[in-house]
């Protein structure tokens, strides 16, 4: 048996989850995936992976395999490309990781573009706050907000998340509008849970920094819901741009402590350090790259 189609199925398997779903991809039936998996395990002398009733799991051995099997996948398809004389096409299923929020405002357009330039890459798009661990879970590329940890992974910048603090006037009405981080002690504040100090919210000024600590009646994890517990006047918060200059502008949100900036957050695409990146993945990265200077489009100077 061809050892590449071997490597080919268990590739598959691994980024899609199961041997079904390798099958469909490679269309062939779900028995011939099996024998080639089993193939490369008596091969390795190692078991791939830990087959359950709900789910394909991936051993440490396997993901030890990946990057090289995908190397040798994409090595094969470029010198097959070349003694066809065409060029590489980016193919197989891409795994990206996205912020929820950001990525229901930004990325659905980014994504549709790739996938006409290449309808033969299938994109698995996981919406998530938390950041993922991408070797175990099998994602190629993540975008990320926020500082970002000492790690193995290769970070590209992308720009920066500027950030308002908000309240409706139906909120504030009969209540003192805050002249002063300090002030914010008097209020019902919502707070996005996933910060390293969720209830310590920071300011800078022409006095310098100001740290504020916050309490209110509602701790949330997703940007939306907080832009949602704001518009249904439950308190403060601080909002992402796409959730707050919009409603700045139209006046159903209130632009507090304009004289007070919050630090802006940086944006990243992540991936795993390695030599090597798929095709896809990489064509993938350029896109988002090109595309960057398109997600924050309303600033502050314009409020």
């Not at 199961?18 to 008596?42: C, D, H, M, T, Y």
């Not at 070797?135 to 992308?158: D, K, P």
């Amino acid at each position: 048996m061809d050892r590449i189609d071997c490597f080919r199925a268990f590739v598959r398997a691994l980024e899609g989850g199961s041997f079904s779903s390798a099958a469909n991809e490679l269309g062939i039936g779900q028995p011939a995936v099996s024998k080639r998996i089993a193939l490369l395990e008596s091969e390795f002398g190692t078991q791939l992976f830990l087959r359950t009733t709900r789910k394909l799991r991936p051993t440490p051995e396997a993901l030890r395999i990946y990057d090289l099997a995908r190397q040798i996948l994409e090595n094969f398809d470029l010198a097959r490309a070349k003694v066809e004389d065409v060029s590489p096409r980016p193919a197989g299923t891409l795994r990206v990781s996205v912020p929820s929020s950001f990525g229901r405002r930004y990325m659905m357009p980014i994504m549709a573009e790739y996938i006409r330039s290449y309808p033969e890459v299938r994109l698995d798009v996981r919406f998530s706050e938390r950041f993922v661990n991408l070797v175990e879970e099998g994602i190629e590329l993540a975008v990320r907000i926020g500082q970002l940890e000492a790690s193995t992974l290769v970070a590209r910048r992308l720009g920066v998340v500027q950030r308002y603090l908000v309240a409706t006037p139906t909120y504030l009405h009969g209540r003192p509008m805050p002249r002063t981080p300090e002030d914010l002690a008097a209020h019902q504040c919502i707070v996005y849970s996933r910060l390293s100090s969720p209830e310590e919210w920071a300011f800078e000024s022409e006095h310098g920094r100001h740290v504020a600590s916050v309490k209110g009646p509602l701790l949330v994890d997703d940007a939306d819901a907080m832009e949602e517990a704001v518009l249904n006047h439950l308190g403060v918060a601080v909002l992402p741009e796409w959730s707050a200059v919009a409603g700045i502008r139209s006046g159903q949100l209130e632009n507090i402590l304009p004289d007070y900036s919050i630090a802006a957050l940086p944006l990243h695409a992540v991936y795993p350090e390695m030599n090597w990146m798929s095709l896809r993945a990489r064509t993938f990265l350029d896109l988002l790259i090109n595309r960057a200077d398109g997600f924050m489009t309303r600033r502050s100077t314009s409020l």
